[in-house]
Every structure is written in C-alpha cells, then in structure tokens.
C-alpha cells in the first residue's frame, strides 16, 4: 500500500513537471505559427483581398488546424525538458536510492502520451475536416464579397480573370463619392474605357448587381470590327455585377474520415493516413523522449535539446515526404515512415553496453 502510494505521488509529480513545460512550449509554437500564418493573410490583406476580420478568422482557423501536429512535438519537447532537469538535478539519482526504477517513469509518461494521443486522434479524425471546410468556405466567401469593399485608393485591380481593371484614386466611406476611377474592360477584340473624375455608389442597387454613376464620364469604345466609339456623359449610370461564391469543389483536407478511407484516389488516402499518423507520431515521439532525457548529473536540462529537435525535423520532413509518394501513386502506405521511427525508437531502449560485451565489442 505503501509503495503504491509512494508510486502516486511520484507519478503526479512527473506530470505536473511535464504539465509546465508543455503549456510553455505549445504556447510558444501557436504564438510564433499564429503570427506566421497572419502574415501571409495581411500580405491578401493589404492587397485588399481580405478584410481585416476575414483575416483573423484564417488565421485562428489556421492555428486551430495546426495543433495537432504542435501538440505532440510541445509533449516531446517537454519531456525531454522535464527529464533532463530531473537527470540534471540528481533528482533521478534520489528517486533510485529509493527503489524507484527507472523504467517505472514509462507509466505515467505514456499514461499522459496516450490522453494526448487520443485528443489528437480525435481532432485529426474530425476536427481537422471541419476546420478545413470552414477555413474552405470563408476564403470563398471572402472572393465574393463585395469588391467595392476591398479597393484600397491609388492601386490597380484585376476581376473577372484579368479582363477588368479598376483603380479609384479615393474610396471614401461606404455610400458616398469615388473619385479619379478608371476602368478598362476587354471582351475578346473589344476594349472598353471608362474614366470619370467623380462617382456615387449604391450597393446592391439588385440582389446581383452594384449601381455606379460617374459624372462627367469619358467612355471610349474600341471595336476589333474596325468601329470605334467615343462619348462623354454628364451621368453615366452601370451596374457592377456581384461576384459569387464559387463553390469549393472536393477536397481532400475537408473530406469525411469515413469518405477518405473507402476512396482509392492517392489524394484521399494520403490524407486519410496523415491523420492516422498524428496520434501514432505522439506516442512514439514520448517514447523517443524517454531516452533523449537522459543526461548527466549537471550536465543541463537541454542538453539534449537540440538532438530532439532535429530528429524530430527529420522524422516530420519524412512524413511529408511519405504523404508526396502516396499522393504521387509512388507508394500507398504512409505507415512504412512510421514503422521505421518506431524501429529506431525502440533501438534506443536496448542495451547496447551489454550486448556488445555479450559479443565481444567495444560500444
């Protein structure tokens, strides 16, 4: 009874150790990808694809989406942390004087691994496609709505694959007056240019179409027939259509678990076994974790950092090239990266000292 106690105690210490880094470390990783991801949405943004609340939903959607492949690498990070302070301390050298195997840190290691294991399985298996479907359809969305809205002042524009081009001068407040607004409208052979040094706008003047006046407008006409036509109007009055959502087609990212796996496309079942991967990648990586920790007395808590960090950058880039084979038909099972980080995973679990002395070489 005793001894059970004692092994509890042990156990929710080891936890609430790894508990702090890991909330430091996946906070750190959401902060630095939050930000990354942003940037990318402000480049559209400042370009005036994107409002400012589209992009922060993109962004937020993005980070949501990222978890499940930054929440493993925070545990793995964090016990690599968490056991090299306890190796670096004496800590682990105390809890052997006690009777305190060192394999008995497996336990709560992989009890915790196996909560998070399941977390991320469920968010890879259902979150993930969600997510994916939302960010999918905002970004529709966010094509479509209005143009009127997303025209920044003195900048060229490009609509209705490069056969319009807008530039406004000034873009006052919704409602009101435009000013210095050049269009150019090609259809086949035929250009179209309209300028007008002022404008009103009406949105939605139809459930399909903007009303734009131009006062004072010049519109020349350039037929590929040969006829030209140029006029000036004191109210030139036409109707901007409203772009529609287009819709966002099959993909794979935001496909059903269910769906993907009955798919024989590449596409599908390169997706459907990078969400597989996720949960199995977390319990591997806390079980690489487990020997990396391992350090000397005062030998510092990342010493080992830096090795953990670059087998896990390998092993995430095989990963991702796994996935390219199997979208390319080159290969149909991403589990052969997997099996062979598991392999390696184990190899650092044998006793290499020992067995090499069983064999008669120097290790």
């Known amino acids: 009874m005793c001894r059970g106690f004692r092994q509890l105690i042990i156990n929710k210490y080891l936890v609430r150790e790894v508990a702090v880094p890991f909330v430091a470390v996946g906070a750190i990783l959401t902060a630095i990808f939050t930000t990354y991801s942003m940037t990318r949405f402000l480049d559209k943004a400042a370009d005036g694809l994107l409002k400012t609340s589209e992009v922060l939903q993109l962004t937020a959607l993005k980070s949501l989406i990222a978890q499940e492949v930054l929440w493993p690498v925070s545990l793995f990070v964090a016990l690599v942390i968490a056991l090299g302070r306890l190796y670096s301390d004496w800590e682990m050298t105390a809890l052997r004087s006690f009777g305190f195997a060192e394999h008995r840190i497996l336990l709560p290691i992989l009890s915790l691994a196996a909560v998070l294991a399941i977390i991320v399985g469920v968010f890879s298996f259902a979150g993930r496609p969600w ?193 390219t084979w199997v979208e390319q038909g080159a290969t149909d099972a991403l589990w052969v990266v997997s099996s062979g980080f598991a392999v390696f995973v184990l190899a650092l679990y044998l006793p290499w000292p020992r067995i090499g002395k069983r064999l008669g070489l120097r290790l």
Request: net charge negative; charged share 25%.
């Open 131 to 323: 997510a994916y479907a939302l960010l999918y359809e905002l970004e529709a969305q966010a094509e479509a709505t209005s143009e009127l809205d997303r025209i920044k002042p003195g900048r060229f524009y490009l609509y209705d694959d490069d056969t319009r081009v807008v530039f406004i001068e000034d873009v006052p407040e919704r409602g009101e007056r435009v000013s210095g607004l050049f269009i150019r409208s090609r259809e086949g052979d035929d250009i179209q240019l309209i300028s007008a040094p002022d404008g009103l706008v009406k949105e939605f003047a139809t459930p399909d179409s903007h009303e734009l006046t131009l006062l004072d407008a010049q519109v020349f006409k350039s037929s590929g027939q040969g006829s030209d036509f140029l006029g000036v109007f004191g109210s030139f009055r036409m109707l901007v259509p409203v772009a529609a959502v287009e819709p966002i087609g099959r993909k794979p990212k935001a496909l059903n678990s269910l769906t993907l796996r009955g798919s024989s496309s590449p596409l599908d079942q390169a997706e459907y076994q990078w969400r597989l991967s996720a949960p199995v990648s977390t319990m591997l990586l806390a079980l690489l974790a487990v020997p990396l920790g391992r350090s000397r007395p005062r030998q510092g808590r990342f010493a080992r950092l830096t090795a953990a960090v670059v087998i896990y950058a390998v092993y995430f880039n095989l990963l991702g090239i796994g996935r």
